[in-house]
């Protein structure tokens, strides 16, 4: 029998909106013990939060979100607000004894999500963090190649995450839609927004990240903050650009900025092993570039898997070969992999603990661009 699994929903802004989808949707599509059930719906404008529940058929809400994580009628909290909330929430979260599906980055810095990591240990709750594109079928079977040894041994890593929407310098900082812009409510900017996926992704495929060197750079100095109505400084980084060493011997290269026009999100990476390359781009989500040395050698050549056939990964529970699915489905994906641990009694990665490890990475970072210098990643 299929067990109803009770969400309370904090935030209804982007994220509030993905993950609500993939809760109604991931029933229909794969088998599972549990089920989603969307009990409540939590912001602090009422109004607001009330068009999103009957939209997206929440039963109720709340405008508190202390109120939400001690309703005894939810047993999931999940967390769609800005970064400075995470901690505070899920620390109530877990000790009031509620699973917690916490969005990306974990925590403002690796000293809160430490603590996070903590409190649901201790608390033995169910939690994991939304780093969504491992869970692009395309994505997935990277990592399947990456293990199974196909690219041998792994020289190089290389990724970008690129946008262009900040580089008016009349875009005033925090409040709704432009907390990235606003340190105190974000703690970092494109590094833990953007370089964080990409870390996140590359620390999956590739293993620990261990010291690095970084430059960050804010071009825009003072913008109006929307909150004080005053123009004050900009504490959040605009473009960050990363050079690393993994502990398996590669070396990384990252860049993620808001300042590339135009580009909107276009988040690549690329692995070149001693056998094998691969690479992915996010506007073509679903193709892996492969190129395989051992193949003979008149017809060797970069090859565009189209990821859509049923022995790809998750996709033969949607259409038929040859029809591709899209973003909104990593997160269906991500539900239905909760799911299924809570099932198997097993974590959900990545957990607080795994992503605890591209926290500390975003912190190294954050140092070394400040203090210019060389930084071994704390554990
Ligand atoms: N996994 C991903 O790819 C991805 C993509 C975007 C955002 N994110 C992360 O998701 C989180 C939310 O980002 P977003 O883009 O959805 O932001 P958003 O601005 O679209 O929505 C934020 C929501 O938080 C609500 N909120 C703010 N303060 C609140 C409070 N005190 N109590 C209750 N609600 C409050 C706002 O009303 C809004 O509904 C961030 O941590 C962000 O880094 C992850």
């Not at 909106?17 to 949707?25: D, E, G, I």
Request: charged share 25%; with cysteine.
């Amino acid at each position: 029998m299929v067990q109803p699994l009770h969400i309370g929903m904090i935030g209804y802004g982007f994220m509030g909106r993905a993950h609500s989808n993939a809760y109604r949707k991931v029933n229909n599509f794969f088998d599972l013990k549990y089920r989603p059930v969307l009990k409540a719906a939590c912001a602090r404008d009422r109004d607001k939060v009330k068009a999103f529940a009957d939209t997206w058929g929440y039963e109720s809400i709340e405008t508190d979100w202390r109120k939400l994580v001690d309703r005894k009628d939810i047993d999931a909290v999940d967390i769609c607000v800005p970064n400075n909330l995470h901690c505070e929430i899920a620390m109530a979260a877990a000790a009031a004894g509620k699973m917690i599906l916490c969005e990306k980055p974990l925590a403002m810095n690796a000293g809160e999500g430490l603590r996070m990591c903590q409190a649901v240990e201790q608390a033995k709750v169910a939690n994991t963090v939304w780093y969504n594109y491992r869970r692009v079928p395309a994505v997935t079977l990277a990592k399947k190649l990456v293990d199974e040894g196909r690219l041998g041994r792994i020289f190089h890593y290389r990724a970008n995450f690129l946008q262009d929407w900040t580089i008016s310098a009349d875009l005033p900082q925090g409040g709704t839609a432009l907390w990235r812009l606003d340190v105190a409510a974000a703690g970092s900017g494109v590094s833990g927004d953007l370089l964080a996926h990409c870390i996140d992704t590359a620390m999956w495929l590739n293993g620990p990240i261990v010291s690095l060197s970084a430059m960050t750079e804010t071009f825009i100095k003072e913008r109006k903050h929307n909150l004080t109505g005053k123009v004050e400084k900009v504490g959040i980084d605009d473009a960050c650009a990363l050079m690393c060493r993994f502990a398996n011997g590669s070396l990384g290269l990252f860049e993620s900025t808001r300042y590339a026009r135009g580009h909107k999100a276009l988040y690549t990476f690329e692995i070149n092993g001693e056998k094998a390359s691969i690479k992915w781009d996010l506007h073509d989500l679903h193709r892996l570039e492969y190129f395989d040395h051992r193949d003979e050698g008149q017809t060797r050549g970069w090859r565009s898997i189209h990821v859509t056939d049923g022995e790809h990964p998750y996709m033969s529970r949607w259409w038929v070969p040859g029809l591709q699915i899209g973003y909104e489905h990593s997160f269906v994906h991500h539900v239905a992999d909760f799911l299924d641990s809570l099932a198997k009694g097993v974590p959900c990665q990545p957990d607080f603990r795994n992503a605890l490890a591209t926290q500390q990475v975003l912190d190294a970072i954050l140092e070394s661009a400040k203090k210019g210098t060389w930084t071994e990643v704390a554990r």
